[in-house]
Each structure stands twice: as C-alpha cells, then as structure tokens.
C-alpha cells in the first residue's frame, strides 16, 4: 500500500472563553502571527496552516508542533528564547532536544493554556537556505498535534478511511506514542 500524504490545513483548537484574549496576545502579540479576532475565536495562518483557537467549555490544553525549515533550527532558537520559557528535558535539563532517529531538533513551552507549544526542524524539509534572523513568517506550518484517543483503533481507521500509516512508535502499552503520516506532517496518537 502506498502512504497516503498528510498536511494540516487548518487547526481549530478550543480554548476557555476566559483565556481567549490572553492566547491571542501570547500567539498574536508576543510570537508575532498576527492573529485575527473573529466572534469567539482568533485564527492567524501559520505557513500552510490555518490556526484557529475558538472559545469553548471547560480548560482545554494540547501539544501541537510547529514546523521549522531544517535549515534554520538555531535562528528559530535564538528567535523563541527572546520570546517563551523553555522547558528543559528531564535527563539533560538543556531546553534542545535532539531526535537523531528523525533527523531532528526541537524546542518546547508552554502557551497561556498550559498547551505543549513546539518548534521542530526535520534536516532536509522545507530549507530554503535564509540567512539572518529567524521570523515567525518562516514557519511553514503545523507539523504534529497529539490526540488522545484509542491509538489501535484510531490507528485502524485512519489507515482505513485515509491511507494513513503508522510511520514510528508503538500502538501498545501504556505511556506509548504512535506516530502517523509522515516525518514533519504528523497526527500523535496516545492515551489519556
């Protein structure tokens, strides 16, 4: 079977109607994406990805990642740590992540929402060699989000009704993640 290809067009994530105006001044303001007020939501597109954070129920929070072109990880780096906290890995306590299975670096942080924000650079993808300080505009859009679900059975129907396979992980045990489409366009599959 052929991998079918994946890309996330558009986000739309819920956020608690009291944290709304702050998560548009943290994305909006202080990241620079210019988001635009709607009623009872703000969107802004990011690279290929319409994100669009709407008023909802309770406290929701995700992981979601933003792609970075491979080539610009440090400028990326550089750009986010005059903006954010960044969280340290619990081994190294240093705040870069290195996924060398992926060709990959990361950086993590936590938005208004305590969402796990991310920054990933896949060396090879999206590099357009640009030199000089990094901006928000480069982005080229969202490169995972975590879903918490069944991952068997998400897994299962996903590879059933779209083509998407599980490219790296573990469908079982418990604390496991299951990564489905492709390296830099991905859906997370994990339990509660």
């Known amino acids: 079977m052929t991998m079918a290809s994946l890309s996330i067009d ?8 009291a944290l709304l105006s702050e998560l548009a001044a943290f994305y ?3 990241l620079g994406f210019g988001l635009e007020p ?4 703000v969107s ?14 309770g406290s929701p929070f995700y992981h979601f990642a933003f792609l970075v072109p491979g080539d610009r990880f440090e400028a990326a780096l550089a750009w986010v740590r005059g903006h954010v906290q960044l969280l ?19 950086v993590y942080f936590h938005d208004p929402a305590g969402s796990i924000v991310e920054l990933i650079a896949h060396r090879g993808i999206g590099e357009v060699g640009t030199p000089g300080a ?10 995972e989000i975590g879903l918490v679900c069944d991952p068997p059975s998400l897994a299962e129907e996903l ?17 496991r993640l299951a990564f489905v489409g ?11």
Not at 159 to 169: I, K, N
């Open 10 to 17: 558009h986000l739309r994530l819920g956020a608690s109607a």
């Open 28 to 30: 909006g303001d202080l």
């Open 38 to 41: 709607e009623s009872g939501a």
């Open 44 to 57: 802004s597109r990011v690279g290929e990805t319409m994100l669009e954070l709407q008023a909802a129920t």
């Open 88 to 106: 340290p890995d619990a081994h190294t306590g240093e705040p870069v992540f290195h996924f060398t299975n992926w060709d990959a670096q990361a």
């Open 134 to 143: 990094f901006s928000p505009s480069e982005l080229l859009g969202v490169s």
């Open 159 to 175: 590879e059933r009704e779209l083509g998407l396979e599980v490219w790296d992980g573990s469908l079982e045990g418990e604390g």
């Open 182 to 192: 492709a390296k830099a366009r991905t859906l997370i599959l994990c339990r509660a």
